[in-house]
């Protein structure tokens, strides 16, 4: 079985500063690696995901991460945060092939201070 | 093209109750999973249906059931609450390709309250 984990619960940062948002995860075979945001009272919407290729992905609205196969990571960064990039970060890992659930971490409340 | 449309947006029920909630996938959508989201826990998986199937199945006690219609529409049922099962509950579906590799949408949730 696989798991994840996102050792920060919360991270606060200045505005225009940049941001890592941790995730790490384990599994004994290969994975595919997303990210989610949640906004207050929404569901969650993709931000960006690695399923095979480059190990540098990023959105459309300047995050990005980076696939470490052999440190089993895959961190979440921004250059410089925006107050509308207050929300609950989710990474979450899903084994490739056949149908399998997508397993969850707990979440990264990332805290824009302007 | 409508999102993923989760019916109530919020309940309060009294321990005990029953409960039903309900999910209609995006169109086209096969596969329907639901999570339990908890401020401790995170997100849990509860379960997974493609055509009418449960496919996947969580951690959870028997007094979670759901189903999935012919149209994809899926409900999910909690008897005997507790007050443990406050809680947001989010539904999602996707196309459900081989591989697994197809993106999930989410639903904005009914927000449980028991009491």
């Known amino acids: 079985a696989q798991s994840v984990t996102q050792l920060d619960s919360q991270v606060p940062v200045f505005e225009e500063a940049p941001v890592e948002l941790r995730c790490n995860y384990s599994s004994s075979v290969s994975v595919y690696l997303f990210w989610y945001v949640q906004y207050p009272n929404q569901g969650l919407q993709l931000l960006l995901k690695y399923l095979s290729g480059s190990t540098l992905v990023k959105s459309i609205n300047g995050f990005e991460a980076e696939f470490n196969k052999s440190q089993t990571s895959f961190h979440l960064r921004k250059p410089s945060v925006h107050i509308s990039d207050t929300a609950e970060y989710f990474c979450a890992v899903r084994r490739s092939g056949g149908y399998q659930k997508v397993t969850f971490g707990t979440g990264t409340k990332l805290q824009v201070i302007p | 093209k409508a999102g993923v449309t989760q019916t109530p947006r919020y309940l309060i029920k009294t321990r005990g109750q029953q409960v039903t909630l309900s999910c209609s996938p995006i169109s086209g959508h096969r596969s329907v999973s639901w999570y339990q989201q908890t401020p401790g826990q995170g997100l849990q998986f509860l379960f997974e249906y493609f055509s009418e199937t449960q496919r996947n199945k969580g951690n959870f006690p028997g007094r979670f059931s759901g189903r999935q219609f012919s149209n994809s529409r899926s409900e999910m049922n909690v008897s005997t609450l507790e007050l443990g099962d406050s809680a947001l509950y989010l539904c999602?579906?996707?196309?459900?390709?081989?591989?697994?590799?197809?993106?999930?949408?989410f639903g904005q949730g009914t927000r449980l309250t028991v009491v």
């Open positions: 999602a579906s996707s196309l459900e390709g081989r591989g697994g590799n197809t993106e999930a949408f």
